[in-house]
Structure formats: structure tokens, C-alpha cells
């Protein structure tokens, strides 16, 4: 099948992976089910998506590789090479001994001999053990940065991961690992979107040199019930009718035009299709403008997200291993 759009690509600073696609797919969707997820990654290889973002948490590197090898059986791609695969070290392997036996794991589950672009999935390291979700607070303990960013140089240097980089951190959390890096990482991964745009951070990593890749560009992960501030935004519906686009990919074609890479997940072949559709046009100066003055709202913490709100920190202060920054 043809495609019907193809997304531009952005070269990583850092690391010898190929130029990154400007849009990703995620592929956290819980519960798991095999066959939909599969199913979904080959309807959005059909449409042009060539990143596809997932992680040992989700459970979803299993159907993330099939569908990859049935892409390349139907003639979809050519090869594994023309797809970008991002993968993430989960808090409970945060611990330099167990990196690289985590990566090796991901990488059996995707049948791949390596991920394109492997992460720390937050700055948070738990006892060893089961990725449980939420966690227990009293298994948050103090995160050896120095460690396990060594491991992860290791894992590059092996050629497991063609690039190293990290999720959820502040430019604190990144002080630390600048502070030991000798491979410096290639992308820092958050949530963002025009409710929470991250400008602190942005300006940070611009500087350091490190890509910006946005989760929840449509405001996903509200758990609340309080609505999503992101699609229902009067501002973005405005602007989505004057150019006669969706309020997502009003969203989406910001974020891009920030410099930055949307990971965004709808596991419908039509959205996925819309959602690629960013690249042929522009905002104007008025709405970007306008965007910028859409008041700002943070979803996801550590607090809320990573730990279940029973228990107690015994062993780390939250406000190191917290999230929010702006």
C-alpha cells in the first residue's frame, strides 16, 4: 500500500541512530491485548508512521516486534532498518546491574538485535523486582544516576541501543546526568502539549543540545474525569476551524513547529491518518501567539502516576524525584 504521507526526520546530537521520524506512534494501552496492538502498528506503518514508541512496562514490545516483522513480510517496509523503535528502562531495573540484562530482555521481546532510541523511564528507581503499577511508596529508593547512566553509555557502546536518552526528568535530574555522561542523552521525553508546554525545560535542552519528545500531546493520561484540557480547548477549536484541521492536529503541527517530536497514540486507522497529516501546512504568527497564552496545567507527577497515594517515602524525598517543573 502507498503512503500517504511521509514525516520529516530529525537528526539526534547525540548517539549514531538514524534520523529520528517527526511523529511517533505510543503503544501504552492497558490492559494488553496482543492482537489489537499488533493489529494498530500495521495500520499505522499502511498510513506513513515509521517511529513507534513503547516500553518494558507496557507489555507491548511483543506485538510491537510481530507486527514489525509482518510489516516487513507484507512489503510495507523493506526492513526492520526503516522503522525508528523506542524502548524504556522501567524504575524497578534502575539499578546498574540490571540495565543491560532489561534492554536485552526488550530486545528478545521485539526480535530486533537492537532499539533505535533506548530511555530511563523516570527519574525514580524502586527495589528490584515486578514492574508493579502503581508502586509502593516504601519501594522508592535513592537513584544511583551516575551508575546507571554508565550501564546505559554501555548499552550503546555494544550497539543495543543506537541512542541513549532519558523520560520524565527535570533540567535537576539532568544536571545529574550531564554531570556524568560521557555519551550526553540524545532525547529527554515528557509530557507536552499546548497546556503544558515546558518552557524551562525546552530552553534547557536546547541548550544541552538534547531532543524534546512530547507524550500526551493531546492531553491524555486525565484519569480525573475532569475533561481534557487539550481537545477541548476554545482557543485550539478556534484556530482548528479558521484552518480547517482537527483540534489534534492543531495540537500536534504546534508542537512541531516548536522543534520538538509528538508521540502521539490513537489506535484507530482513520485518527492515525489524521494525525500524520501535519507536514503540508503552517500555523500563523496570531496563533502561535495565541497558544501561548492558553493557561497551563500539569497531569502527570510522580505522585499521581508512578505511586499509589497509600504508604510513605522512606527512603527519598518526593520533591527529588518529583516531576513538575515550569
Not at 111 to 122: F, G, S, T
Not at 248 to 274: D, H, M, N
Not at 297 to 322: C, M
Request: aromatic share 8%.
Amino acid at each position: 500500500m502507498a503512503l500517504t504521507t511521509a514525516a520529516p526526520e530529525v537528526v539526534l546530537r547525540s548517539g549514531n541512530a538514524r534520523p529520528m521520524p517527526a511523529i511517533g506512534m505510543g503503544t501504552a494501552k492497558f490492559p494488553v491485548v496482543h492482537e489489537t496492538t499488533r493489529d494498530a502498528v500495521l495500520a499505522a506503518v499502511e498510513v506513513g508512521f515509521r517511529h513507534f514508541d513503547t516500553a518494558s512496562l507496557y507489555g507491548t514490545e511483543l506485538p510491537l516486534g510481530d507486527a514489525i516483522v509482518e510489516a516487513v513480510r507484507r512489503g510495507l517496509v523493506a526492513s526492520r532498518e526503516e522503522v525508528f523503535i523506542t524502548s524504556k528502562l522501567w524504575c524497578t531495573q534502575c539499578h546498574p546491574h540490571l540495565v543491560l540484562p532489561s534492554l536485552r530482555e526488550s530486545l528478545r521481546n521485539l526480535q530486533m538485535e537492537y532499539v533505535d532510541l533506548y530511555l530511563i523511564h523516570w527519574p525514580i528507581c524502586m527495589k528490584p523486582g515486578p514492574g508493579v503499577f502503581p508502586a509502593k511508596r516504601e519501594d522508592a529508593v535513592p537513584f544511583d544516576f551516575e551508575g546507571v547512566w554508565r550501564e546505559m553509555e554501555e548499552c550503546h557502546r555494544l550497539g543495543l541501543a543506537k541512542a541513549i536518552g532519558v523520560s520524565n526528568f527535570t533540567t535537576w535530574h539532568l544536571d545529574k546526568i550531564m554531570a556524568a555522561a560521557t555519551v550526553p542523552p540524545a532525547v529527554n521525553q515528557v509530557e507536552l502539549n499546548p497546556v503544558w508546554q515546558q518552557r524551562k525545560l525546552r530552553a534547557y535542552c536546547a541548550e544541552k543540545g538534547i531532543h524534546v519528545a512530547a507524550y500526551s500531546p493531546l492531553g491524555g493520561q486525565n484519569w480525573s474525569g475532569e475533561g481534557n484540557a487539550v481537545l477541548e480547548s476554545g482557543v485550539l477549536a478556534k484556530i482548528a476551524k479558521a484552518r480547517r484541521k482537527s483540534v489534534a492536529q492543531v495540537a500536534l503541527r504546534w508542537i512541531y513547529e516548536q522543534g520538538l517530536t509528538p508521540i502521539v497514540k490513537s489506535f484507530s486507522k482513520e485518527r492515525l491518518k489524521q494525525n500524520i497529516q501535519i507536514f503540508d501546512w503552517e500555523l500563523t504568527e496570531d496563533d502561535l501567539i495565541k497558544i501561548g497564552q492558553i493557561p497551563q496545567k500539569k497531569i502527570v507527577t510522580a505522585a499521581n502516576v508512578v505511586f499509589s497515594p497509600e504508604g510513605e517515602f522512606t527512603a527519598v524525598n518526593l520533591s527529588d524525584i518529583e516531576i513538575v517543573e515550569e
